[in-house]
């Protein structure tokens, strides 16, 4: 099907969009708004809470604006901010290493998109490993930068949707992979590697000569069992034995962590070569991060703030797991998988009477209830729709997002059981029509198999 919408300029070919900005426009088209917003429980945004939480530091309620500051930054991003996350980075994980990062290390980038298009744009013509499910934005970057030809894996539940070190370092051996693409803590089932495992990963990249990008946007999002371990955060930048050489590259910034996704202040941290070629691609592709908000982010990478904002959120985002996961159980919808990290819980629908097992007709029906979800297709990564997703094992997902506000949460909840219980009424039959149409959302639809 072709949307005559997008058929105005000649020359022009839409990317499509991610998973969320689908579900928003759907949602659109039910009535939510941004104004009315707070009539709607949204369950899919991919942000955290930003407002004040409990025994957190105080939340930035003013920007200076010095002379200077009003000028461009340099595409890698202000020097002293870039020292501000090499000191947090040694701090924190490499107290004990001899090779420590400097300025010459990170690169300041305007959103963690921006970081990873940043790198693909500077990546040669390689095989691209990437799993399923994962980060819906992956698609797109696949997709664009056709050098990278991508390689997918899928990620068993049964083993937790664990990233398979072991597999990973046949694939470089037999298929001549020499670029692995991943989040760690993991969007959307929210887990994690960590500890050995994370180290032979590390120790894969050094030896096989394969390039890993870790997105570590969730690396504070842990939940610890012990009252001993509130404030671990987890990264790769641990097990680095060289920061030059161990071609290993992180994405991350002040998005989740800090709970500042409007600043788009981020940063990618690898080798020095790495961080040249990164300034030659942002001066082409995104001019670099805001001058004035780089300028205000160095006082928030304080070590001990930085400290008392992950003990913090580790707390209250660990309450609000909890809350959800156990509403979850009372409405009859037990996680096979609880999340240990990130604040998504992957939520299999296939217990659940036909239609309402299928993500997207969940979702739908969801949006009756104005209540947000993102249906699992949309973390099946599948780069210029290179694969039918006919049997793609995330149809019968949605991501769970635990991020809003408590309040919001159990509105959504409630919406939930709404749903379920319509369907113990009525049947399947009540679901999967009554659909408000919208152009965009057939058009997207259609390019989904």
Known sequence: MVNPDEETVPGIEHPGSTGVIYCSDRAMANGFSYASSHEWANLGQGAPEVGHIPDAPPRPTSIPLPEDSLEYAPTTGVKALREAVAELYNQQYRQDKLSQYTYENVCIVPGGRAGLSRVAAVVGDVYCSYQ????????????????????????????????????????????????????????????????????????????????????????????????????????????????????????????????????????????????????????????????????????????????????????????????????????????????????????????????????????????????????????????????NLFHSPCHHFVRLSFGPPLEDLDKGLDAIGRVLRKAKKEGGQAFGHSYKKSVDGVHQLDQLV
């Open 132 to 387: 399923i499910p994962d980060y819906t934005a992956y698609d797109q970057v696949l997709s664009a930068f056709k050098r990278l030809v991508p390689v997918p894996t899928a990620l068993d539940a049964e083993n937790k949707y664990k990233l398979d070190v072991e597999q990973i370092r046949k694939d470089i051996r037999t298929q001549g992979l020499e670029v692995v693409l991943a989040s760690n803590p993991r969007n959307p089932t929210g887990q994690v590697i960590e500890g050995e495992d994370l180290k032979a990963l590390v120790n894969t990249a050094r030896e096989s000569s394969a390039t890993v990008i870790l997105d570590e946007f969730y690396s504070w999002y842990m939940y610890p069992e012990d009252n001993e371990s509130w404030g671990r955060s987890v990264s790769s930048a641990e097990f680095i034995d060289n920061v030059n050489q161990d071609p290993v590259v992180i994405v991350n910034g002040l998005t989740k962590n800090w709970r500042l996704p409007g600043w788009r202040v981020c940063w990618v941290l690898g080798p020095k070569n790495l961080i040249t070629a990164l300034s030659q691609s942002g001066s082409f592709l995104d001019g670099g991060a805001n001058h004035p908000l780089q300028l205000a982010a160095i006082p928030l990478l304080d070590p001990q703030r930085v400290h008392l904002e992950k003990v913090a959120l580790q707390k209250h985002f660990k309450h609000k797991r909890d809350h959800v996961l156990k509403r979850l159980e009372q409405l009859g919808l037990k996680v096979d998988v609880p999340p240990v990290a990130t604040f998504y819980i992957w939520l299999n629908l296939e217990r659940l009477p036909a239609p309402l097992n299928n993500g997207l007709t969940f979702f739908e029906e969801l949006l009756k209830e104005k209540t947000i979800v993102i249906p699992g297709i949309f973390f099946d990564i599948n780069p210029a729709h290179r694969r």
